[in-house]
């Protein structure tokens, strides 16, 4: 089955600091790869998605990811955190029928002036 | 475009009640899901449908958890009755074509609260 794994339940950065959130995956089948943002009381807002092709994504907001197979990692980074960037971030992989996604447990982003 | 819709947005009811959640999802897309996010946890997947059927609704707890999407489009998830437990968010989802790599796009979910 496929899971993923996130390292830290909350991440401290300064503002102007580098991002870094962990993601390590296990998939049965060539993965597809998301991380998701979810800003307080709201849904889920795709960042970016690894599918196919070239391996270092970039996406909304400034963040890339970039996935290494050799890993099974698809970390997630911003060069200069800002304070709109606190949130809570989801890494997810699709099911190995690719028809639906399954999610980590989520790291909290927490960015001080 | 509208994106996913969902209502109402927070529910609060004491335990032993009944809650029905709506959803419209984006204009085109035949699969619709609904995910239910505990707190502090990722969202884990209730109930998928492609078109107006369900196709996998193995993790649907169908003693108290009931769902349907007449006519393909809008979609109702009911609970009935209600447990403490089931605090959470439910959040519905819709895409087309995952399978080729296209997105999976989330509502701002419902917020239930059972007391």
């Known amino acids: 089955a496929q899971s993923v794994t996130q390292l830290g339940s909350h991440v401290s950065v300064s503002e102007g600091a580098l991002v870094l959130l962990r993601c390590n995956y296990s998939?049965?089948?060539?993965?597809?790869l998301f991380w998701y943002v979810q800003y307080p009381n709201q849904g889920l807002q795709l960042l970016l998605k690894?599918?196919?092709?070239?391996?270092l994504v970039k996406g909304i907001n400034g963040f890339e990811a970039e996935f290494k197979k050799s890993e099974t990692s698809f970390h997630l980074t911003k060069p200069s955190a800002h304070m709109s960037d606190a949130a809570e971030y989801f890494c997810?992989?699709?099911?190995?029928?690719?028809?639906?996604?399954?999610f980590g447990k989520g790291t909290m982003l927490l960015v001080s002036p | 475009e509208a994106g996913v819709v969902q209502s109402p947005r927070y529910k609060i009811i004491e335990k032993k009640q009944p809650v029905a959640f709506w959803c419209n999802p984006i204009?085109?897309?035949?699969?619709l899901y609904w995910y239910r996010q505990n707190l502090g946890q990722g969202p884990e997947l209730l109930i998928r449908?492609?078109?107006?059927?369900?196709?996998?609704d193995s993790q649907l707890p169908k003693d108290r958890f009931s769902a349907e999407r007449l006519k393909g489009v809008d979609s109702t998830l009911k609970i009935q009755p209600a447990e403490l437990g089931d605090s959470a968010v439910y959040l519905c989802?819709?895409?087309?074509?995952?399978?080729?790599?296209?997105?999976?796009?989330f509502g701002e979910g419902s917020w239930l609260t059972v007391v």
């Open positions: 998939s049965s089948v060539p993965p597809y």
């Open positions: 989802a819709s895409s087309s074509g995952f399978s080729s790599g296209n997105t999976i796009y």
């Open positions: 997810a992989v699709a099911n190995s029928g690719y028809s639906t996604l399954t």
């Open positions: 690894y599918t196919t092709g070239a391996t």
């Open positions: 204009s085109g897309h035949n699969t």
């Open positions: 449908y492609e078109n107006e059927e369900a196709v996998d």
